[in-house]
């Protein structure tokens, strides 16, 4: 590991131009490249206090051996620069996307004397009209097949081509009428030429004019009577109509666009982007990241415009690239753009509208590819095994923690405090053994003092359980305190997701006894730092409980912290140990801010209706549409409660006297105005 200062370079030796760096490690291998307004203030940051630094910029800069910059005139040569040296250096401190799969493209081959219509893949070639991409190669075929009617151009290969002109007889689709057969001299090159020009044209959104002119083809061969010839254009006109069915109209005006949206957490994030032509998407692709620099979504967004128009030109560069976040230069990826497209290029944040719309069904693509891509990676027995080992490394534990617990702390501004309790076994969540609990030992935002009482609260009931089904002998009095061993599975009937569940959410058996919490974890996880850990282990230390690792995980850097250090344990970001810890804390987030808002949601629609005993919902529904509120029920009298129908005067005694004994003392007041707040509750109290 390497010492920045031994490498920075001397005060004022760096010039305040734009320009692009280039850090190298001991064997000259470039492994980050960079670029700036202002060299001298962005090379600068790198060699502060290393704890001022991002744990990821922190490790760039403590293996890298020398740094080097070259001056340009302008940003846009900067950013041109810098796509460059990437993609000649393939830095591994970079941000590199990587394609999920190899995208089909409907490729026209305009370079060749009879241009083809096929499916690429790979890289672009030069002269050759590219549309798309496609998610699947059958869809091209498709839509392929439906405009050879109308646009009989080529598709077959170089050799069939040759061999039907040595031989005179075209092949199948020359006889059927879906290719104009030019390998036999039926159209001119020029003539089959204009088809393939043609075919890009709609293919490239000018749907319009084909449709209207062969629809009044149609009609004028109608008039003249040749009914066939105008049956054969109406089943063209319907074959290009189902061919731009499969790309239904999103976005009005003909517009030409890409939306870019990213999904992303602390190690990774997934890119999808819709191209749209003509107002049609007519491609989608995504992309998976790991987050090795320290990069925000404006910083994502300016690599995936590098990598998308790096080798673009012409009209392959839309009108209109629409962004999550503008990149830290905008200005000046716009012009880069707008240069590779030989005219203006729109980059904005859609505000409105159809287009903030789409955007909004991109970025739900994109939450879905970053979910499916972590299903994917978590489902990997091999793969499991290494971060179960890695965190047991890291950790300093005896054994790879195969059952592993996370606690999160959830409320809203001190209300309707939670907690949750989520289990991992094997790498994989077992969701049969979740719990959630209600903080009832105080009130008011306390995560340390809700963390202790929840780990405090789970593992004596696992204590009672043991000490109750005789599976845990009392140690004598003058044994040293501590927990039973984790040694294994303790036969326990496993939790339902449909159990009665008790005060706290627990789940019980069915003679009311609360059921078991299975068998202890190897390790315990917080959501937090220094102070949850401290707070949990001690919790588990007043139970006698020290055969339990402990640890915490705080959001803000992914650092890991144990009881009684000063100083955290970081994983290495490409860690497999660190990705199963983060899917866990999350996990166990989740879980909980879902109870808190399951509770918040329940006491904003209590009634006090709820406490009026064989008051059905039903009945509670007619009483509030009668009386408008339940401020007016309040002040009716017991003879017009019972006019509401199904309301018999029993139940009216008891609703005057529930509404009575929860009637507000005194009015409310505004303190600022010292005007009285009128009660108009609308149902809800």
């Known amino acids: 590991m390497a010492d920045p200062s031994s490498y920075r370079p001397k005060p004022g030796q760096i010039p305040d131009s734009p320009g692009v760096y280039k850090f190298r490690d001991e064997h000259r291998r470039v492994i980050y490249v960079g670029k700036a307004k202002n060299l001298r203030q962005r090379v600068a940051n790198y060699f502060q206090d290393l704890a001022g630094l991002h744990p990821r910029t922190r490790t760039m800069v403590t293996t890298a051996a020398s740094v080097e910059w070259t001056v340009v005139s302008t940003e846009v040569e900067a950013l041109q620069l810098e796509y460059s040296w990437i993609k000649e250096f393939d830095p591994r401190f970079n941000v590199k996307y990587r394609d999920d799969k190899s995208y089909p493209y409907l490729a026209v081959t305009l ?6 219509v096929q499916v690429m893949r790979g890289a672009k070639k030069k002269g050759v009209r590219y549309f798309g991409p496609y998610g699947h190669a059958w869809a091209i075929r498709e839509t ?23 031989t005179g007889r075209p092949c199948l689709l020359g006889y059927i009428g879906k290719c104009s057969a030019p390998c036999v001299g039926r159209v001119t090159p020029e003539e089959h030429r204009e088809l393939a020009e043609d075919f890009c044209d709609f293919m490239a959104g000018r749907t319009g004019t084909y449709i209207r002119r062969l629809e009044k083809d149609m009609m004028q061969a109608a008039e003249e009577m040749e009914y066939e010839r105008a049956a054969r254009l109406r089943d063209d006109a319907e074959a290009l109509k189902r061919a731009m069915e499969k790309s239904a109209v999103v976005l009005a005006d003909a ?14 994030a997934a890119l999808q982007i819709f191209h749209v032509r003509g107002g049609r998407v007519r491609g989608q ?49 716009s012009q880069w753009l707008a240069e590779r497209r030989g005219s203006q290029v729109s980059l904005r944040i859609p505000q409105r509208g159809d287009k903030k719309d789409l955007m909004a069904t991109v970025q739900r693509n994109a939450q879905q590819a970053l979910g499916l891509h972590k299903t994917k990676r978590a489902s990997d027995l091999t793969t499991r095994s290494r971060a179960l080992e890695e965190i047991a490394e890291a950790l300093g534990l005896d054994t790879a923690p195969l059952r592993i617990e996370c606690y999160d702390i959830s409320h809203l501004q001190g209300d309707d405090v939670v907690a949750s309790m989520v289990v991992f076994e094997d790498g994989l969540a077992r969701k049969s053994e979740y719990r959630r609990f209600q903080i009832k030992g105080f009130e008011g935002q306390d995560d340390v003092r ?44 496993a939790p339902t997701a449909d159990a009665p569940a008790a005060d706290d959410g627990e789940p019980r058996e069915d003679d009311g006894r609360p059921k078991r919490f299975a068998y202890p974890p190897q390790l315990v996880v917080v959501d937090g730092g220094q102070p949850q850990v401290a707070a949990a282990r001690r919790a588990l230390d007043e139970l006698g409980i020290d055969d339990i690792a402990v640890c915490g995980l705080a959001k803000r850097l992914e650092e890991v912290w144990l009881p009684d250090d000063d100083d955290p344990v970081v994983l290495p970001r490409s860690s497999e140990g660190l990705y199963l810890l983060q899917r866990v804390r999350d996990e166990a987030h989740r879980f909980a801010i879902t109870y808190q808002r399951a509770k918040r949601a329940k006491r904003i629609r209590s009634s006090p209706l709820d406490d009026v005993a064989g008051l059905g919902e039903t009945r509670k529904q007619a009483l509030i549409k009668h009386f408008g509120s339940v401020k007016k029920l309040r002040q009716a009298t017991i003879d017009e409660i019972c006019e509401v129908p199904g309301i018999g005067r029993r139940t009216a005694e008891s609703v005057a006297a529930a509404l009575a004994s929860t009637a507000p003392a005194a009015p409310a007041v505004n303190t600022a105005t010292g005007e009285i707040i009128e009660e108009d509750d609308g149902g809800s109290s």
């Open 144 to 166: 392929v097949d439906l405009m050879l009617r109308v646009f009989p151009v080529r598709t077959c290969s170089a050799g069939v081509f040759k061999n039907a002109a040595r």
């Open 285 to 333: 692709r995504g992309w998976v990241t790991d987050k090795v620099e320290a990069v925000d979504t404006s910083g994502l967004v300016e690599h995936a415009l590098q990598q998308l128009y790096g080798e673009e030109r012409g009209e392959a560069v839309p009108k209109e690239v629409l962004v999550p976040a503008l990149p830290e230069d905008a200005e000046a990826v």
């Open 450 to 493: 809700s963390m202790h009482e929840v780990i405090g609260r789970r593992f004596k009931r696992y204590l009672q359980d043991k000490e109750r089904t005789g599976e845990w002998e009392e140690r004598p009095a003058d044994a040293p305190a501590a927990g039973p061993a984790a040694t294994g599975p303790v036969p326990a009937p």
């Open 111 to 116: 370079n060749e004397d009879f241009p083809r």
């Open 255 to 268: 517009t030409d666009a890409d939306l870019i949206a990213v999904a992303e957490d602390e190690l990774e």
